[in-house]
């Protein structure tokens, strides 16, 4: 079955960088709109990043503007998140979504299929 599998998170401190990973299987990226998503305990998943089923373009949560990046290698089918001057309030799971086929809403977490299980990101001060 698809299978999304992050990878990269763990503990840092404040300015810190770190580069997610998500490698995808049984599913093929380039047709698909790609996101990152991020959840803390008690809180609604909240949109990240994302980048579109053709890759040219991608938007981003304004929280998150100016330090996150995503990007996509479809030879290695795997999905990237660069994540550079790392805050507390970035702490969180980060997970991994592959878009419905066609045009989606990028940052509403209905439009997506399928989900990783996610990898802790934990930024301490």
């Known amino acids: 079955q698809v299978q999304l599998v992050e990878s990269g998170g763990g503990l840092v401190q404040t300015g810190d960088s770190l580069r997610l990973s998500c490698v995808a299987s049984?599913?093929?990226?380039?047709?698909?709109?790609m996101g990152w998503f991020r959840q803390t305990p008690g809180k609604e998943r909240e949109f990240v990043a994302a980048?579109?089923?053709?890759?040219?373009?991608?938007n981003y949560a304004d929280s998150v503007k100016g330090r996150f990046s995503i990007s996509r290698d479809t030879a290695k089918n795997t999905l990237y998140l660069q994540i550079d001057s790392l805050r507390p309030d970035d702490t969180a799971a980060y997970y991994c979504?592959?878009?419905?086929?066609?045009?989606?809403?990028?940052?509403?977490?209905?439009?997506?299929?399928?989900w990783g299980q996610g990898t802790q990101v934990t930024v301490s001060s």
């Open positions: 979504a592959a878009g419905r086929f066609g045009p989606i809403d990028t940052m509403s977490s209905r439009e997506y299929e399928y």
């Open positions: 049984k599913l093929n990226i380039v047709n698909r709109a």
């Open positions: 980048i579109t089923w053709g890759g040219g373009s991608s």
